[in-house]
């Protein structure tokens, strides 16, 4: 009864979204304010019956119902708890339905909490995300019913992709979702906005928590994602540039680049059409993202679904979307100015040649990732476009933005002059240029982009914290402290990618145990191998123990493990964390005279690039509490205005 | 007993090896001795697609096939050959698949390699005219 109560509660927020739309848009149509005060319980509602749908999911996986067929082909009994949990969106029918569920609730929630928007564009907004919403319900219910049951009941299910049980990539998915939900949030503004031509400060402000919000989320979804590539897949890599890597990507590069012309856009009224494109664009990028994703049109490691028909329901919706947005905005691009005008060198002019560098950047990654699909489809040909062509074509420009991103804040609004810039940014300048004149010295083999990048990255670390210059620190806004983590998290980072792809020392041995491996300054002692039980796998572990120096020695235990189940083999690497860099201990083969291939990595520095995303989300997460306070207060005051008038 | 589930766990961690039935390539998981060879041969071996996986670079990869083809890489440079000249030969064997590099000189992937160029002047094009505007109205 569970999988039939979730089903019908599906349909039921379905409808509703269907009465949400219907309720707008002829709303708008015949300007009736009865249709406008519906709206708001109708997309509440909605929110609270496609909840009550996954929340029944969720307990069908709990209690590994095997009479529901997505629970058989994703789940088992003796499944830990945790990816029981996980497992309700380790899949393509539940991850959609998670997709509607944070879409429902958001709306829910601009239903509830939106007040300084102008009610009609509020209603607009709502409508347009219904539209969106209809698109995902009539895929789940048409194509991809996630509570469809199975009949004979099967004994015990599946199983899950071994390599999806592990604690962070149960949360990198709904991560990633929700930065994408909150994108389609920001998009849904905009279209409100151009329907009813209200496109402002106001406007920009509303939007700005939800592009905010999601920002936050996708720029910690892809360091999760990053961190457990490097240490799942056991080959020591951060960022491969792999499609479904460039897919989250891609829609990050887009919400950057709105996030800083919104801010323009709510602070001096100006880049409004640039805002509403970047809106779309971001909105698309999700998409297409999802797309890749879901369609199976890449066969990488992260494509599990490969379902043509799927794919073209999902480029179908594509189409529509995408499509629709971009004719609503040629046909409005026309009656919105552009806003207040501003110089070359001022900080809307640094904002803009960061929205046009992210926007270069975002169509190059855009390009490399579909050009080998376009080629194929075209001639046949089957073509590789990779790390060296990334790295050369987006990497100069990334640095520019980095530099970009160090001036700006130091820029006066409207007009500025470029020799009081310098002035203020003497010290970061000389900073990297003693930083590069050292690394010329005393480091032989570093890439130029790598030896360009550490040095940029110093000067950036200090100039980041300019903006807190001669300020009183207490009573400096919380969004400035946001900015100041955020541009500093970059520059960590930084710090983090060139450090490991300069510094890195690697060494493969065939070793036995009673063997000794030396790399930089550790010494690791192979003293033995043991097999191993899990609760649903088998594995071979060797148990080695490393010493830095003269320090402390540390046990390690990197292992090999058979997931019965699935019959696949990971590779659990051993990782021992240093403030000066990670060690990286991966087992290999054995052969057959006893010795075991051995995959030794010292790393400097390389967990400076997670700790620098995570900075970064800090920054993001600091900035939106500033916000809403501000925006808080703000009401606050008008209304006791109001009143006493 | 434990070395027999050893032993037994060897076996079933090790079907690949069983496959090809041939002894593995001797390079395969072997540094060279000269660092600077490695380093090169190293640098190769990334930009290389493993042809048997969903993608991977034959050096993060633990399929047999990247395993010859690493020995391969390891031995021509070790021979004296460039990287460029190992590259060129395997895009010879296997085609544009097989490395991550696209060449410029190619007829179908020189548009990626102008690709920057052209949306940078693009980029510059589209703020140079607003600006101009600008100065035009004061």
């Known amino acids: 009864m569970i999988a039939e109560t979730g089903l019908i509660a599906l349909w039921l927020a379905a409808a509703l979204a269907l009465l949400q739309f219907a309720l707008g848009a002829i709303g708008l149509r015949m300007g009736r304010d009865d249709y406008y005060a519906a709206i708001r319980p109708v997309a509440v509602a909605q929110g609270l019956f496609v909840s009550l749908s996954f929340l029944l999911l969720i307990w069908l996986f709990l209690r590994s119902d095997m009479s529901v067929k997505l629970v058989v082909m994703n789940s088992a009994s003796v499944k830990p708890l945790l990816y029981k949990f996980a497992g309700t969106w380790g899949n393509h029918e539940g991850s959609m339905l998670l997709w509607v569920t944070v879409m429902g609730l958001a709306g829910a929630f601009i239903a509830l909490f939106e007040r300084s928007l102008r009610t009609s564009t509020l209603v607009a907004t709502l409508a347009a995300q219904a539209f ?40 990198h998915p709904p991560t990633l979702y929700f930065g994408y939900v909150g994108l389609s949030v920001a998009f849904s503004f905009a279209v409100g906005a151009m329907i009813t031509r209200d496109v402002g400060a106001a406007f920009a402000k509303a ?32 960022w491969f540039w792999d499609p479904v890597e460039n897919a989250s990507l891609m829609p990050w590069l887009a919400a950057t680049a709105l ?32 797309f890749l994703v879901r369609s199976g049109i890449l066969t990488s490691v992260h494509a599990f679904a490969v379902d043509p028909e799927r794919g073209s329901f999902i480029l179908a919706l594509l189409a529509l979307y995408i499509g629709g947005a971009m004719a609503l905005f040629a046909l409005r691009v026309g009656t919105v100015k552009e806003g207040k005008r501003f110089e070359l060198v001022s900080r809307e002019g640094a904002l803009v040649a960061n929205n046009l560098l992210l926007s270069v950047i975002l169509a190059l990654v855009f390009i490399g990732t579909l050009y080998p699909l376009l080629v194929e489809a075209v001639t046949g040909d089957k073509l590789s476009v990779g790390p060296p062509y990334f790295n050369l074509a987006t990497g ?58 550490l040095a940029l990255a110093v000067g950036v670390a200090i100039a980041s914290f300019a903006p807190l210059w001669k300020r009183n620190l207490r009573r400096t806004p919380l969004h400035i402290y946001g900015m100041v983590f955020a541009h500093f998290g970059i520059a960590v980072a930084l710090v983090g990618m060139a450090c490991e792809s300069s510094f890195t020392e690697e060494k493969l041995v065939a070793a036995k145990p009673g063997d000794e491996i030396v790399v930089n300054n550790w010494r690791l002692q192979f003293e033995a191998i043991e ?69 030794v990595w010292w790393k400097p520095f390389v967990t400076l690039i997670w700790f620098g995303g995570i900075l970064v989300a800090l920054g993001g997460f600091l900035a939106m509490i500033g916000r809403l306070q501000r925006g808080y207060k703000q009401r606050k005051q008008r209304e006791y205005a109001e009143m006493m008038l | 007993m434990k070395r027999v589930l050893v032993f037994l766990l060897v076996c079933l961690a090790a079907p ?28 190769l071996m990334e930009e290389l697609r493993c042809l048997k996986c969903q993608s991977q670079s034959i050096a993060d990869s633990n399929a047999p096939m990247a395993g010859d083809m690493r020995s391969q ?37 020189w548009p990626l390699w102008i690709a920057p160029i052209i949306l940078l002047l693009a980029a510059l094009w589209l703020a140079r005219g607003r600006f101009r505007k600008y100065r035009g109205e004061q």
């Not at chain 1, 004979?152 to 149960?170: E, K």
């Not at chain 1, 609004?413 to 810039?421: C, M, P, S």
């Not at chain 1, 004149?437 to 790598?450: E, H, K, P």
């Not at chain 2, 085609?95 to 410029?104: L, M």
């Open chain 2, 16 to 43: 690949a090896a069983a496959q090809t039935g041939l002894p593995p390539a001797p390079y395969a998981d072997r540094q060279l001795d000269d660092p600077q060879q490695e380093a090169a041969a190293r640098d």
């Open chain 1, 531 to 599: 097999p191993m039980a899990g609760p649903n796998w088998t594995a071979l572990e060797s148990r080695m123990t490393a010493q830095y120096g003269d320090g402390v020695i540390h046990e390690i235990t990197p292992q090999n493990r058979m997931f019965a189940a699935a019959q696949t083999q990971t590779s659990e690497a051993a990782l021992l964390t240093r403030w000066n860099g990670q060690l990286y201990v991966v087992l290999g083969e054995g052969d057959s005279e006893g010795r075991w291939q051995i995959r």
């Open chain 1, 396 to 453: 100069p420009l990334a640095l520019l933005l980095v530099a970009v991103m160090a001036a700006g804040p130091l820029l006066r609004w409207r007009r500025d002059n470029a020799k009081a810039l310098l002035n203020r940014i003497s010290i970061p300048i000389l900073l990297t240029a003693a930083t590069l004149f050292v690394l010329v010295l005393f480091t032989t083999g570093m890439s130029i982009l790598a030896l360009l990048g």
């Open chain 2, 73 to 109: 890489v390891r031995e021509r440079i070790a021979a004296g050959e460039t990287p460029e000249e190992v590259r060129s030969w395997l895009i010879e064997r296997y085609g544009n698949w097989v490395s991550y590099d696209p060449p410029i000189s190619s007829a179908v992937t």
């Open chain 1, 259 to 290: 996030l800083h012309s919104v801010t323009v856009l709510a602070t001096r009224d100006s880049l409004r059409a640039w805002t509403l494109m970047l809106a779309v664009v971001a909105f698309s990028m999700s998409m297409i993202g999802t």
């Open chain 1, 207 to 238: 939007m700005r928590p939800w592009v905010l919000g999601a920002w936050i989320f996708l720029t910690l979804g892809i360091t999760a994602g990053s961190y457990w590539a490097y240490y799942e897949l056991g080959w020591g890599g951060w």
């Open chain 1, 132 to 171: 969106i919403s209809l698109g995902f319900y009539a895929f789940l219910l048409v194509s991809s019913n996630p509570f469809e049951r199975m009949f004979p009941v099967p004994a015990d299910g599946q199983g899950l992709n071994p390599l999806l049980q592990d604690p962070g990539l149960a949360f």
